[in-house]
């Protein structure tokens, strides 16, 4: 069983030397993250052998946990340096979500299938991360009660920017989202000044599963 983890350990190392380093990030404090996170526990044990690769992996319920270097140039493109509250839409295995509770103050977490987000959260918990709050819910409404957020961060494409997570984001914040449908998309990271101005700038195409909006009635 030692062999076990020091062989994810190594294949972790490669994964970031060779698919998160090689590809330009930078940030010190997301590649020690990606070093320290094991990716292979986030999914089922017949993907573990491969939950180091460069591509992203089946989940339940049809979703997919992405690609290493796309949850890390996403992480790297909100600027966390230790303090701030983030909201992460999408939970998804909950990889992305530990991500950026090693690397926020307090993460809060939506997901609209609750074996995941159960699952997930069994997952953190074990890892011992403390700082995160879930919920089973709609991610395109935000989470009104506890903005705003220093970062946001969607794990799922949207046709258009969701209003609601604009309003939310503090001034200062970033919004890290995929935009487009599923002929083509763009990874969006939305700024919002001190005085509430917003620029966007594009990180590139990308492809994700849809932000599946719930309508009310
Ligand atoms: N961050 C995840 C990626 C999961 S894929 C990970 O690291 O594994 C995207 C996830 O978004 C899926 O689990 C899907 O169920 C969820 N999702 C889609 N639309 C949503 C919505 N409107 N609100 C909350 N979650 C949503």
């Not at 074996?115 to 919920?135: C, F, P």
């Amino acid at each position: 069983m030692a062999m076990m983890g020091e062989s994810y350990e190594w294949l972790r190392k490669n994964m970031v030397e060779s698919q998160i380093k090689a590809r330009g990030v930078r940030d010190k404090r997301v590649l020690d993250a990606f070093l320290k996170i094991p990716r292979h526990i986030f999914v089922g044990p017949d993907q573990r052998p491969l939950a180091y690769e460069d591509h992203p992996l089946p989940i339940e319920h049809d979703q997919t946990i992405s690609q290493p270097y796309i949850v890390a140039l996403m992480t790297e493109a909100l600027e966390l340096k230790g303090d701030e509250k983030v909201l992460d839409i999408g939970t998804g295995s909950g990889y992305q979500t530990a991500i950026l509770a090693e690397l926020a103050g307090h993460v809060y977490t939506i997901e609209r299938f609750e074996k995941l987000s159960r699952s997930a959260s069994i997952m953190l918990d074990e890892l011992g991360y403390d700082n995160v709050t879930y919920r089973i819910g709609d991610g395109t409404k935000g989470w009104p009660e506890e903005a705003p957020f220093d970062g946001i961060l969607a794990a799922a494409a949207s046709e258009k920017i969701p209003p609601a997570l604009l309003e939310q984001l503090a001034p200062g914040g970033k919004l890290v989202i995929p935009v487009g449908d599923m002929g083509g998309q763009e990874l969006l990271v939305i700024s919002k000044d001190s005085r509430g101005n917003i620029n966007r700038e594009s990180l590139g195409g990308c492809r994700f599963l849809p932000l599946v909006e719930q309508k009310d009635n």
